[in-house]
């Protein structure tokens, strides 16, 4: 359903944009309807910036990003289909408002003819899918819920439209532990129920948790992708092996993660294409940044 | 002993009345120890890290003592905490980004801030301190924008250590950071410890994972006071409060996956601190509360070191 491919995005930086900087450098994935990407990468990776291009809210410098065969269009027709939850919920709503308001916004600018009752009920209705109890969040201001009602809001709000792809952009890192995972199952449901979900995130665990496949960027670069299984069960470039050993567990010591010099992937690596170790699990060069492409 | 609380009371000033934000905490720290301090957010744990070395304005002392090394601070004075401030008790901030001067040098600003403190710069031992940390010595001749995060939160470590505190506070210093940063400044902080540059620490976070692996022991707050502290291991591996059960029973840690092992949250939220209910506060939330929970219940020791406040445990 989405397609990204070949996608780079550069910015200008310095004093009068003299230099540029390649945020997003050669990304090609993609995500099927009803199944959870999660785009894992640390701080500087790109991958908000890859969220931003496929919500239309930064440009793309080359290659192209398609839903259903569609180019990136902001406007209403590709909203309609396409929206993103972001990090903060709480900086998403006006606080002089009341947080309903927000579906009221999608009713004016999307079903202005929809009768008042019809469009209670379908708030209401959904509302419930986001496992909240409307007559517990409806009428109330922003201050008066949780950072999780919030969160789990904003979804309620991009599913009253006919949505078909959902970029989650760190959607539960201000949540709190004992809230951020019933965000996460609820993304789980709406997967099985046929949406495609981008889930961005620098939290391995979380994305484990969730995702049919993962794909893990590296300043820019897709360094691994595949199953998710495969990915953490057998991570196979040595970034992705060092990311996970640095991820503190509850029931098991630190680990380092053993410094990989070899590449068996190298003679790829000059062509820019990554290797396919098994079907559907690709590892780019492992040699870092000594890599010739 | 290195720290003693003792039935410490803070309470926030706002127009509805006071937020109990701290109510009644009693606990005690040996030397050379980290507490992991865990809870979720507004369970009082940046408050009671705060109260321990200054009191925002809108934060009054209600009660309590607090005791370091043998002498009360005077944690409710704002102006007699300065003796205590940087030599005895001393803080890693969460934001250490904005923590640094942007218009000095690094070095700079720790020789003035040593001098505004009456003490001399020792350049040897500050660039020891400095590779320890895996710092450039080259630091000290940039700027704070010139640093990554982690450098900063670590250059920042390194600073509020310099005169070897009694009691470090650090308040979700990695919280900011990536996963491997946070490794190296995890790994920082207990080097600190062992080498002796700081006697205890505080060590405040929500992620239960990462305290496990620094602190020796955990305690875990819920709602202005002590739900259980334990030594490490016996929080992860035996928990005795529900609130601590439940709260390790919704971490996902890799290699747990939703299709295997669906993992729940807690239902509800915590209670308003403005005005709090009787009884265990965790009550409305708990799957086995019972009858006698409309009682407070107190903070029992129910193996060695194992500190618990629930009547069923």
Request: hydrophobic share 40%.
């Amino acid at each position: 359903m989405l397609k990204l491919d070949n996608v780079t995005k550069v910015y200008k930086v310095g004093a009068f944009g003299g230099k540029v900087f390649a945020a997003v450098d050669g990304v090609s994935f993609d995500v099927q309807a009803g199944e959870v990407v999660s785009l894992i990468g640390e701080s500087g990776s790109g991958k908000s910036t890859i969220g931003k291009m496929i919500l239309g809210l930064a440009s793309i410098t080359g290659g192209s990003i398609t839903v259903d065969g569609v180019p990136v269009k902001p406007g209403k027709d590709y909203y309609r289909h396409v929206q993103g939850v972001f990090q903060d919920p709480f900086s998403c709503y006006n606080p002089v408002f009341k947080a309903d308001r927000v579906f009221q916004m999608i009713k004016d600018a999307y079903y202005p003819k929809l009768g008042d009752k019809e469009w209670d009920e379908r708030v209401r209705s959904t509302i419930r899918d986001v496992r909240l109890d409307p007559d517990q969040v409806l009428g109330r201001y922003p201050h008066q819920l949780s950072g999780g009602q919030l969160q789990r809001l904003l979804i309620a709000r991009a599913l009253l439209l006919d949505l078909k792809l959902l970029v989650a952009d760190e959607i539960t890192s201000m949540l709190d532990a004992s809230t951020r995972i019933d965000v996460l199952n609820l993304l789980a449901e709406l997967k099985e129920r046929g949406l495609g979900v981008l889930y961005v995130t620098h939290d391995l665990s979380l994305g484990n948790y969730l995702a049919e496949r993962t794909v893990v960027l590296r300043r820019g670069t897709v360094v691994e992708m595949g199953a998710t299984g495969k990915v953490f069960g057998d991570p196979l470039h040595p970034y992705t092996r060092q990311l996970l050993a640095a991820v503190p567990r509850l029931h098991a010591p630190w680990e380092d993660a053993a410094p990989t010099q070899t590449c068996h992937y190298h003679e790829n690596a000059a062509s820019g294409a990554m290797f396919e170790a098994e079907p559907g699990h690709l590892v780019a060069c492992a040699q870092l940044d000594a890599c010739p492409k | 002993m290195s720290l003693q609380v003792n039935d410490l009371r803070v309470y926030y000033r706002t127009l509805k009345g006071d937020v109990k934000a701290l109510d009644g905490v009693s606990f005690s720290m040996e030397d050379g120890e980290i507490l992991g301090l865990a809870g979720e957010s507004g369970c009082g744990k940046t408050t009671l890290g705060k109260s321990l070395i200054r009191m925002d304005g809108r934060m009054r002392h209600m009660g309590g003592t607090v005791e370091l090394d043998g002498r009360e601070l005077p944690i409710g004075d704002d102006r007699r905490m300065n003796d205590f401030r940087f030599r005895e008790v001393s803080l890693i901030p969460q934001y250490s980004m904005s923590a640094m001067n942007p218009t000095r040098k690094i070095g700079r600003m720790v020789r003035e801030l040593l001098r505004s403190r009456g003490a001399t710069l020792d350049l040897d031992e500050l660039e020891s301190r400095l590779s320890l940390v895996e710092l450039p010595h080259a630091v000290l001749d940039r700027y704070p924008i010139e640093l990554s995060g982690g450098m900063k939160q670590r250059m920042v470590m390194v600073i509020s250590t310099l005169l070897d505190p009694s009691l470090l506070i650090a308040d979700e210093v990695t919280s900011a950071l990536d996963v491997s940063t946070q490794k190296a400044v995890a790994r920082a902080l207990i080097g600190f410890r062992d080498a002796g540059f700081v006697k205890s620490m505080i060590f405040v976070t929500h992620d239960l994972a990462l305290t496990s692996h620094i602190a020796d022991t955990i305690m875990v707050m819920y709602a202005g006071k002590l739900a259980e502290k334990a030594p490490a291991t016996a929080i992860v591996k035996k928990p005795r409060h529900p609130y601590t059960k439940l709260l390790l029973d919704s971490l996902p840690e890799v290699g747990v996956r939703y299709t295997e092992k669906r993992l729940a949250g807690i239902a509800g939220s915590p209670p308003s601190l403005l005005d709090p209910p009787a009884g265990c506060r965790f009550r409305s939330r708990c799957p086995i509360a019972g009858e006698e929970c409309v009682q407070e219940p107190p903070m029992a020791e129910i193996e060695p070191n194992h500190f618990v406040a629930c009547w069923k445990a």
